[in-house]
């Protein structure tokens, strides 16, 4: 199997050097080796330079949407679901956070689909773990792809693999006010730095979310047509602002539409915009 058809295979590697740099007052960083065996670590990947003696380099590794239509669903289901992810787990092990987009349902009593509507195995989610995925975000526009009913499963299931999120919240706890962000902290040979990662998405395909439990920048089916190129000061602006407010880093999904926008200090994971999530 080829996974050059999957979008986490295509951008598995996108921010994976993508280290944030730490001035410790004591500690060095670990020895670089490389492990040849595709359930280890690839450490080597991880070399940005030498850097200045004491340094300590974190390392981020992204990727877009983990998002399996049905002939990746049957692999899974035929191979086990750990197979999808033999030549990206090397990878995503060696970081210290790694990251994808979750983009739609687990819901085990309901059947697993695809394009239009995406309903996936909950094994998937251990599997994510299994390859070094311990963050998520869940706000965009598949995640409703199987209701209230989805979403909360699919929040379940990733909590129980031990995959922490942000976007997206409970169905009993949607009249409290969502978390801005998701605090994190990273921590390497006694040095640590502290993550607010935001997850948010522009509407979820016209699917009703009628306990409002997606973090939301604005409800539109309008912001982009798949294959188009999007233009206007407004979008431009949109993606630009977090920027300015400190954001350090952006992962961008659904790259297939682009949009014309300036760089910022800020890197993207993604030419899109339309779901996105910050790293500040």
Known sequence: MR?????????????????????????????????G?????????NMCGAGDPGDIHFTLAATGDTFPHENIQYVGEAQGYDYLFDHVRPFLKAADLAYTNFDGAMLADSPYTGY????????????LKNAGIGLVSTANNHIMDRGPEGLD??????????????????????????PAYLPLTLTRSGTSIKIAFLSFSWGTNGI?????????????????????????DFR?????????????????????????????????????????????
């Open 3 to 35: 996974l050059a058809r999957t979008k986490l295979a295509r951008r598995a590697f996108a921010l994976l050097a993508a280290g944030a740099l730490v001035l410790p007052t004591a500690g060095h960083a670990a020895p670089l080796t490389q492990a």
């Open 37 to 45: 065996e595709l359930d280890q670590p690839l450490l080597a990947a």
């Open 116 to 127: 239009p509507a995406f309903n996936y195995n909950p094994k998937l989610a251990l599997a």
């Open 153 to 178: 499963a699919t929040l379940q299931v990733l909590q129980q693999a031990g995959i922490v999120q942000h976007g997206t919240v409970a169905s009993q706890a949607a009249t409290q006010p969502h």
């Open 208 to 232: 009703p979310d009628p306990f409002n439990q997606v973090n939301l920048l604005w409800q539109s089916n309008e912001y982009g047509t798949q294959g188009s190129l999007r233009q206007g």
């Open 236 to 280: 431009l602006r949109q993606p630009q602002e977090p920027v300015e407010r400190g954001t350090r880093g952006r992962s961008g999904f659904h790259a297939f539409i682009l949009a014309e926008r300036p760089f910022g200090r800020a890197s993207s994971a993604g030419a899109g915009v339309e779901n996105q999530s910050q790293l500040g």
